[in-house]
């Protein structure tokens, strides 16, 4: 499959035109970025294993009926996904503390949550992604109810499936971010990527953290930790 022109080209992956019109490619790109663009640098091989990463869990959600964007992997660092207009709303699902909620709420990193919480963030660069709530989202009109009943509800049941099969493994989900797009037909799918770009997964007997939490916060072994998360999910 060729690619086209590009599209769009993010902090960690470039959006092209591919052969199909209903579909573009998804280049992942070793740049990362963190505390909205403030700290940059480049994990060597982050694009093949968020390429990967994210293949192993689209799959894993698309066997337990979340409709996502992904149609096919084309190559270490491509894959092939449906079009959509992207929802310009983040949406956060929490297990544990961690992370800007640990200071929001002043709480204790580790500290369980007694139920999953699911937060809603303005996707705006220049404002650092502000943390918003659903009456805000219905007044920008960004979505409908209805719409947002969907978005919460999938985050919810990505959080089931994710964090059951990865307990299997040895891992703990202790936050993920989910972005939605919607296709020319109106569908509402599950977009962009899942990786350790984008959640956080600590090790569940040592607590190690196995995420871009180890870029953000020089923890060291960033590589590996990325590496460790792809051999576990595909043994
Ligand atoms: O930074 P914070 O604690 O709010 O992040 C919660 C979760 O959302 C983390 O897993 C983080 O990797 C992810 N996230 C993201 N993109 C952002 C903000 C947060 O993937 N712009």
Known sequence: MQKGRMMYEGKAKRV???????????????????????????IEQKGVYN???STNFFHWIEAE????HYLDTLSDREMLVKRVRIIPVEVVTRNVVAGTLATRLGMAE??????????FYLKNDELGDPLINRSHA??????????????????????AILRRRLLEKGLL?????????????GEILVADEISPDTCRFWDAKT?????????????????????????????
Request: cysteine-free.
């Open 51 to 53: 390429n990967r990463i």
């Open 110 to 119: 580790g500290t369980e949550l007694s139920r999953p919480v699911v937060e």
């Open 173 to 185: 989900l202790v936050d993920f971010k989910l972005e939605f797009g919607v296709t020319q037909a």
């Open 16 to 42: 092209y035109e591919s052969e199909r019109e209903d579909a573009y490619v998804v280049e992942f790109k070793d740049d990362a970025t963190a505390f909205n663009g403030q700290k940059k640098g480049s």
């Open 138 to 159: 219905l007044a920008l009109a960004i979505a409908t109810r209805e719409q947002l009943d969907l978005l919460e509800a999938t985050a919810l049941q990505v959080n």
């Open 207 to 235: 607590k190690e953290k196995l995420d871009k939490d180890r870029f953000r916060r020089d923890l060291g072994r960033v590589e590996e930790a990325y590496q460790e998360i792809l051999r576990r999910i595909e043994e």
């Open 65 to 68: 009926g979340i409709a996502t």
